[in-house]
């Protein structure tokens, strides 16, 4: 027991708050990835006043990976956000995988045929959906490694140089945005080249940027929540 204290491990015989903030934000980061690339295809227009641009379904989604990552890497450190992010990345692959194998599986085994109630139309539209996923996940997959490890590497160098300031709130927003700003452009570009136009792209790259950027200052609250659980802290504790 001593030795587990010491090295801050989990014991396994016992649930505690911290494992479960742990637990919680690694489901949550997972289901949130997976969901944001499936979702990102459908493209919403966002009216904020006089200004209208356009947002993927998946990006709401997407936002919440910030939010775990930065719980973990405040109150677990560096190694365990970049472990969470690299699992995620091994996700989209498989995600990847499963989905070309649900839409092209029949096409290459002979012993695996579609029923008889999967008619060609169904399968049409099958294909039609989830194969304009396939670029999306790729897409998502290049955005995802360059923007989470940024976000977790400028998190961490942040944290360290403000050391007993006060300033959780100060690297949690300015790693999520600067991250968030690599993510969208990589992302909406890859995605809808070709597809879209260069000055829709121009719009969802806005409108991906400016609805990050007010997720990332609203879940501020929650990051400091999650940490308060997680250390054992009064909940509306707002140091560190």
Not at 32 to 51: D, F, M, N, Q, R
Not at 151 to 178: C, P, Q, Y
Request: aromatic share 8%; charged share 15%.
């Amino acid at each position: 027991m001593a030795d587990t204290v010491a090295t801050g491990a989990m014991n396994p015989e016992r649930v505690t708050r911290k494992a479960v903030v742990l637990f919680f934000c690694t489901g949550l980061f997972m289901v949130s990835l997976v969901l944001a690339a499936l979702t990102a295809i459908k493209v919403h227009e966002v009216h904020l006043g006089p200004v209208s641009v356009l947002v993927p379904a998946g990006t709401l989604a997407f936002c919440l990976t910030y939010l775990a990552t930065d719980v973990i890497s405040e109150v677990w450190g560096r190694g365990y956000a970049l472990c969470v992010v690299l699992c995620g990345l091994a996700m989209r692959v498989v995600l990847a995988l499963l989905l070309v194998y649900a839409m092209h599986v029949e096409d290459v085994v002979p012993f695996i045929s579609a029923a008889d109630s999967w008619t060609p139309e169904r399968q049409a539209e099958f294909v039609s959906v989830f194969s304009s996923g396939n670029r999306t996940n790729f897409a998502g997959m290049a955005a995802f490694g360059v923007s989470a490890l940024a976000d977790v590497l400028i998190f961490h160098h942040m944290r360290m140089r403000d050391e007993g300031k006060n300033r959780l709130w100060l690297r949690n927003n300015a790693s999520t945005m600067i991250s968030q700003i690599l993510n969208s452009t990589i992302f909406i570009t890859v995605a809808f080249a070709g597809i879209q136009t260069w000055a829709a792209i121009g719009s969802l790259i806005l409108g991906q940027v400016l609805v990050k950027v007010l997720v990332a200052a609203f879940d501020t609250p929650l990051v400091y929540l999650l940490r308060n659980v997680a250390q054992g802290r009064r909940l509306l504790d707002m140091r560190g």
